[in-house]
């Protein structure tokens, strides 16, 4: 693991398994998400924290950059063609899903059975959907400010040409994913099991540590990963000017 000046670190603190998470991370500052267990699954919504109305569009961070598949050197667009998060280390191997969205109350009952709150109290089986609606709402958001999400941690594989099936792989044990802010953006985070999951209903421990990023620069991996990416850059140094 990439260790970092501890004089650098904003905040670090542990997410538990099925916990719900919010903050704004400024403009040049990075979040490092790490599974300790190699066993996460995270889900992430994303938004301009200056006008919320500007949020992660999934299918143009795929159409644009021409690939589903993310990674390092990928960058999240919203959709005014302007970059959210750019991707500046995935030690995962690619360990993202843009393609299947969140869980909810129902899906995680036919998947993992009954674990309401009556029989489990605080350890109850929590969903994305609930997760993020009660998250947004300390922002004066709601149901029409949610969009599909982004998966980390987990990746899934297109059969038959068309059907989404669920990657066995896990990431090795503290393997992290890194993204770095490219505005001011407020993170929602749902840790909770995969979309696609099902079994057992055991979301894992995630680690979070935000720090400030060095400037960016004329070699930013990222920056130079493409002439789509360059052109987001782009629009981002015209929103800020």
């Known amino acids: 693991m990439n260790t970092i000046d501890p004089s650098r670190i904003l905040l670090q603190e542990i997410l538990p398994g099925g916990a719900r998470w919010s903050k704004i991370i400024h403009r040049g500052s990075k979040i490092r998400l790490i599974t300790p267990e190699g066993k996460g699954s995270l889900s992430a919504l994303f938004y301009n924290a200056d006008n919320t109305a500007e949020r992660y569009n999934s299918a143009d961070t795929m159409k644009i950059q021409w690939n589903a598949f993310l990674g390092k050197g990928k960058v999240l667009f919203s959709e005014q063609g302007r970059i959210l998060f750019s991707i500046t280390e995935d030690t995962t191997g690619g360990m993202f899903d843009a393609l299947c969205g969140m869980s909810h109350p129902k899906l995680l009952e036919e998947r993992f059975g009954k674990g309401d709150f009556e029989a489990l109290r605080n350890g109850y089986y929590k969903s994305d959907r609930e997760n993020f609606l009660v998250e947004l709402g300390k922002y004066g958001m709601g149901k029409r400010d949610i969009m599909p999400c982004l998966n980390l941690f987990r990746q899934v594989e297109v059969k ?77 140094a015209r929103y800020f000017a």
């Open 160 to 236: 038959e040409g068309s059907r989404l099936s669920l990657s066995p792989k896990l990431p090795s044990a503290g393997s992290y994913i890194e993204l770095r802010a490219e505005m001011n953006i407020l993170l929602v985070l749902s840790n909770t099991p995969h979309v696609l999951d099902e079994g057992r209903y055991a979301p894992s421990p995630i680690e979070l540590l935000i720090y400030k990023a060095e400037p960016l620069g004329e070699d930013d991996y990222c920056l130079n990963s493409g002439p789509e990416a360059r052109r987001g850059f782009e629009n981002n």
